[in-house]
Structures are given as C-alpha cells and as structure tokens.
C-alpha cells in the first residue's frame, strides 16, 4: 500500500503544523479551509489512556494524537466521524475509542504504523497529510528545577504539582530518535511552519526532541511562528508568560531561534471562566512583549478566544486560522517592499 500522497493539483501554501493534543487539532480544523498543502506532524510520546494501553498490548505508537488530526482534517459523513471518536461505554474495551483500535487494525494489515495512518487517511478522505514524528518507542522524560525526575508523559502533571517547582527541561528515551523522514521533507518545503498551540512540554517540545527536527526548522525558509496557548496549564506551566514559552523553546533547541513570531491572543476570557481556571492555579497568558523580542523574536496579538465555547478558553479553529493567514499576508508585503525573493533573518 502506499503512503500518503497529496492530490495532483492542490491549491494554497505549504503548511506544516507541529504539535499534539486538542491543541493541533484545533489548528488543523481551521487550516484546511486555507490551504490543501497540509502537513501535521505529531508527537509520539503519549503513553496514558487508552493510546497507553494499546502501546503496552500491543507494541504499537501511541494513536490518539493522530487519530485527532485524522478527524480534525477528515472529509466524511457525520456518522464516519461519530464511528471513529465512539468509545466504548463498558467492558475490557472501556474508555477505548474505535479510532484508536482502527488504527491498530490497520497496522496489522499494513504492518507498519506510517501505512496504517496513511490508510486511514484514504478511508477518511482527510484534507491534506498527518505524520507521526517518529515510530521508535520513546518515553518523555521531565526533570525538575529541584534535581528530581519522572518517566513518562501522563506522569508528568501529578509529580509536578507534588514537586511544586518548575519543569527544568524534558528529553527523550532513547535521545534522539530516528525522524520520519517524510515528516522532515515536509518542514523542508514548507511555506509556513507553526508550533502550537498545545502543551508546551508534553505536546510541542517532544517533537523537538526528535533527531534532524530542530535542524530542519532552523534552516527552513518559511514563515516560522509559535502559536502561544490562552491559558497557562496545570500541572505543567503554571505562571509562564508568553515570554516564558519562547524561552523554554529555545532552551530545547539549543539556543536556536525557531520561530520568527509569538502569536497570542488578545481576546480577553470570560469573566465566568476565570473562576473555574483559578482552581488550577491557570490564568490567561501575558504577553511580555518586550521579553519576547529581545530574543529576536516579534510578538503579534489577535483576537481568537472560542466565544462559542462555554466551559474552555481555547482557541477558535476559524479565528485561529484568519490570524495565522493574515500574518503570512503582511510577512508576504514586508517581503515585496523589501524588493528581495526572501525575508532575511537571522538565525
């Protein structure tokens, strides 16, 4: 069977978008009304859940973050979509999404997990391409300011709130696993390359982790922007700014610059919410502007708050998506006054 392929002709540019969680697929539901160039390309470090549990039976990736960009890009009937995000309500099945044990069929079928996505995709008729970052087994682990550690991504929030100290860096085991190679091609030729928004440490930063990615993202040419989350997250940043995001980015790349502009938004949260948030100890995200372009990088603020969304301050896929776009169309202007083929930047 063959991999994924885009359609002969498509229309829009190439964008690549890098993260995991609710947090990508949001993006994604927005971003493909834009462009039928897209590229989602996911972390594999999920090991809670029912992803956790297939990963253990089964030897396989973690498949939930996957099988919500499939969704999020899917082009089918609504009871496809039901089909796949159903859970099962009871038994040793329990809590596990059809989705999920598809992807596993699927793998057996195809014998390996690229192909089973690939599949997928066919059956879903989803717009554009989703690729995991990397098919080697991998555990995330996080240390602390204190000197201490955990094993395992869906540990990570409950010894944070223990160790009630700040996540000092995360990294993978084995380091520097083998990338997808056409996860790479993808950043390679990309128009646009976004991070975010999603866990900073849990769903953006793994994916950094993984042999050749920060490479690709620091020599590419495109357009580079980090889509900061509305609220800081329990259990893993509590009190960051926007600023604060960025440098623990650049913490994880080595210092490289990968993004040319903080995206974050402007909208305030409703009232009603903050309460709720409080609980967790999560507030809304500030912009430090000043913090965020000493490192060389411009902070932009646009409006993208889900007004529709009555228990979450997250992001809007449509809102999300215009301010996305419309940043690519006033860096395409700088370009065309600069009289210059490329924006020069320094990396």
Not at 192 to 212: C, E, K, R
Not at 226 to 246: F, I, R, S
């Amino acid at each position: 069977m063959n991999k994924q392929r885009g359609p002969a002709e498509t229309n829009g540019p190439k964008i690549v978008a890098i993260g995991g969680g609710t947090g990508l697929s949001t993006a994604l539901r927005g971003l493909k009304g834009c462009t039928d160039h897209l590229t989602a390309i996911v972390t594999m470090a999920d090991d809670g859940g029912g992803s956790g549990k297939l990963r253990e039976d089964l030897g396989m990736p973690p498949p939930g973050d996957v099988r919500h960009c499939l969704q999020a890009l899917a082009n089918v009937e609504p009871l496809m979509e039901e089909l796949i995000n159903y859970r099962f309500p009871e038994g040793m099945l329990k809590g596990q999404s059809f989705g999920n044990l598809f992807l596993a069929a699927l793998m057996g079928v195809t014998g390996s997990f690229e192909e089973a996505v690939a599949s997928m995709s066919e059956v879903l008729a989803i717009t554009g391409r989703v690729l995991p970052v990397t098919c080697e087994d991998i555990q995330l682990v996080a240390k602390f300011e204190n000197g201490t550690q955990v094993v395992g991504e869906s540990k990570i929030c409950a010894f944070k709130k223990a160790q009630d100290c700040r996540i000092s860096h995360v990294r993978l085991e084995p380091r520097c696993p083998k990338a997808n190679a056409e996860a790479l091609e993808a950043i390679r030729q990309a128009d646009l390359i976004l991070l975010g928004p999603g866990s900073l440490y849990t769903s953006v930063i793994p994916n950094l982790l993984v042999d050749g990615v920060v490479d690709a993202i620091a020599a590419s040419h495109a357009l580079r922007v980090y889509v900061c989350n509305v609220m800081t997250q329990d259990g893993e940043t509590e009190g960051y700014t926007a600023g604060d995001h960025l440098k623990a980015l650049m913490v994880h790349s080595n210092g490289r610059k990968l993004v040319d502009y903080c995206l974050v938004n402007s909208d305030p949260v409703p009232d009603y919410l903050l309460p709720i948030y409080a609980l967790q100890n999560a507030k809304p995200i500030v912009l430090d502007r000043e913090v965020i372009e000493a490192m060389g990088v411009e902070a932009v603020a646009q409006p993208m708050v889900d007004p529709n969304h009555k228990c979450l301050a997250r992001h809007d896929p449509e809102r999300l998506a215009k301010a996305v776009m419309k940043l690519m169309e006033d860096h395409s202007m700088r370009v065309v006054e600069q009289g210059t083929a490329h924006y020069l930047r320094e990396r």
